[in-house]
């Protein structure tokens, strides 16, 4: 056996609580590849401790005395990087500081279920395990300061207009109009590379977008909340039956398949379970959009594990649109871009960085050529 195989996984445990602490370090301890090597219970103990111990990943709660968990993984990310795996409660104020958390370099996290003071980790214990174990391979690096907040005219009113002052308004998707639509999908370290890409955008984009993120419902209607501060497009959960409109970012929700009709309706379903181990999938959203919007699709594969994605990615090219992946320099995991690669259905790979561009300028080509509104 290599010495990588013998190799094991050493966790440091920041949480307040007691009891939470003990059951995380019943948890690694009961895994031959895992070694809880620290524990601590609040964030300014966690950043001294992480200098001494340099642990392969750490846990790390957020609401916490002295120094919260934000306060602390902005300290480690700044100064010592290590990969943290956010371990909180799924409350809207628990997705807030998780959202907060990534976007400040934290890898993962996984909720912590609960039903009064019974907390059963055992019901999330595999989520945790694979998600520690793969925030133990990825490469750190320290963090810059929290992006700016686009600057958006209030209310959509001044301003110069990105594309021009003949930009289209916002138009509904139905059989006898199409415009190009954006699909996006991305897991771990979605959220803080979408906050990247976001700001691009604007309330004139003659283009309807479409984001998945593997996260849980409460997250989502967070992430939309958050990510409305960082662009000027109008950003929106998706609704159900809802028709798609040129100048929306749309959310898929939480816990929810969204797929788009020939229409250009939105459906959410939520009866399905998991679609090839995801839920919500992106290859399913993708799939849908290229049958809708055929050539006028443009699908952007994101970081994340595994290979959601990469089968939506080739309808997209199936359908003669355009198919983008991020390039593993700039990935959190190269998973999910390196699986749609590898099926040879990829246009162009690209840092996160250039994305945006290389969005904008298909739609432009797109509008230019078709005008909005005709048959497609």
């Not at 056996?1 to 059951?23: E, P, Q, W």
């Not at 590849?33 to 001294?48: L, R, Y």
């Amino acid at each position: 056996m290599s010495a990588n195989a013998d190799k094991k996984i050493r966790v440091l445990i920041v949480d307040d609580s007691t009891f939470m602490r003990k059951v995380l370090e019943t948890i690694f301890n009961g895994e031959p590849n895992f070694q809880v090597i620290g524990q601590c219970k609040d964030g300014q103990e966690a950043v001294a401790l992480a200098e001494s111990l340099q642990p392969d990943v750490i846990t790390m709660d957020i609401n916490m005395p002295h120094m919260n968990g934000l306060q602390a993984t902005e300290k480690i990310m700044s100064s010592n990087p290590r990969p943290i795996v956010i371990v909180t409660s799924e409350s809207k104020e628990g997705a807030g500081g998780t959202l907060r958390a990534l976007e400040l370099g934290a890898i993962e996290f996984v909720s912590k279920p609960s039903s009064g003071i019974d907390l059963d980790m055992n019901s999330v214990k595999e989520d945790l395990l694979r998600k520690t174990r793969m925030a133990s391979k990825v490469r750190v690096v320290r963090t810059v300061a929290r992006a700016k907040p686009a600057s958006a005219p209030a209310n959509g009113v001044g301003g110069a207009a990105k594309f021009g002052a003949g930009a289209r308004p916002a138009l509904a998707g139905s059989a006898d109009q199409r415009f190009p639509v954006v699909v996006i999908g991305a897991s771990t370290g979605g959220p803080a590379t979408v906050m990247r890409l976001a700001p691009g955008f604007t309330r004139d984009f003659p283009a309807a977008v479409v984001l998945v993120l593997h996260m849980p419902q409460a997250f989502t209607t967070q992430f939309a909340a958050q990510l409305a501060e960082f662009t000027g497009i109008r950003v929106k959960e998706a609704e159900h039956n809802e028709a798609l409109q040129t100048g929306t970012l749309y959310v898929c929700p939480g816990s929810k398949h969204m797929r788009v009709t020939p229409a250009g309706r939105v459906q959410l379903d939520d009866t399905s379970g998991r679609i090839n181990g995801y839920l919500p999938c992106i290859d399913v959203t993708m799939e849908s959009i290229a049958a809708y919007a055929g050539a006028m699709t443009i699908g952007a594969v994101l970081t994340g594990m595994a290979g959601d994605g990469a089968q939506g990615a080739k309808a997209i090219r199936t359908a003669r649109g355009l198919v983008l992946a991020q390039d593993e320099a700039t990935s959190v995991i190269f998973g999910m871009p390196a699986e749609a690669i590898k099926l040879n259905v990829v246009d162009q790979v690209l840092p996160i960085d250039d994305i945006y561009g290389a969005i904008e300028k298909r739609v432009i080509a797109l509008t230019r050529a078709t005008p909005v509104g005709a048959r497609g």
